[in-house]
């Protein structure tokens, strides 16, 4: 079983920034790679980011390519989701996620074994 605890999340103005942080924690951290996703009410959750096991590959959604930068400490058990250039469009509920499968970088969110509770983020001037 794996626990994941998603934070950073709050109210930031139009072109700023922020980081999220997800900690892990019932299972040794490398053993996943892991995403984020992120949901609005009324939509499907929407995929973001993913990184590899050992942080070496990377994937994003075309919307935040240049803006959001994943990465993870695998010695601190943390995912984390750097963003910047916000805009409105980014407002949303932003979850983070484990996938038990190493041999490709997933987007689809059925696919991950473990779930965050989320935290919310709201771009707005």
């Known amino acids: 079983q794996v626990q994941l605890v998603e934070s950073g999340g709050g109210l930031v103005q139009p072109g700023g920034s922020l980081r999220l942080s997800c900690a892990a924690s019932?299972?040794?951290?490398?053993?996943?790679?892991m995403g984020w996703f992120r949901q609005v009410p009324g939509k499907e959750r929407e995929f973001v980011a993913v990184i590899s096991w050992s942080g070496g590959a990377t994937d994003y959604v075309g919307s935040v390519k240049g803006r959001f930068t994943i990465s993870r400490d695998n010695a601190k058990n943390t995912l984390y989701l750097q963003m910047n250039s916000l805009k409105s469009e980014d407002t949303a509920v932003y979850y983070c996620?484990?996938?038990?499968?190493?041999?490709?970088?997933?987007?689809?969110?059925?696919?991950?074994?473990?779930w965050g509770q989320g935290t919310q983020v709201t771009v707005s001037s």
């Open positions: 019932g299972r040794t951290f490398s053993s996943f790679n």
């Open positions: 996620a484990a996938d038990l499968n190493l041999n490709i970088l997933r987007r689809d969110p059925s696919e991950y074994d473990y």
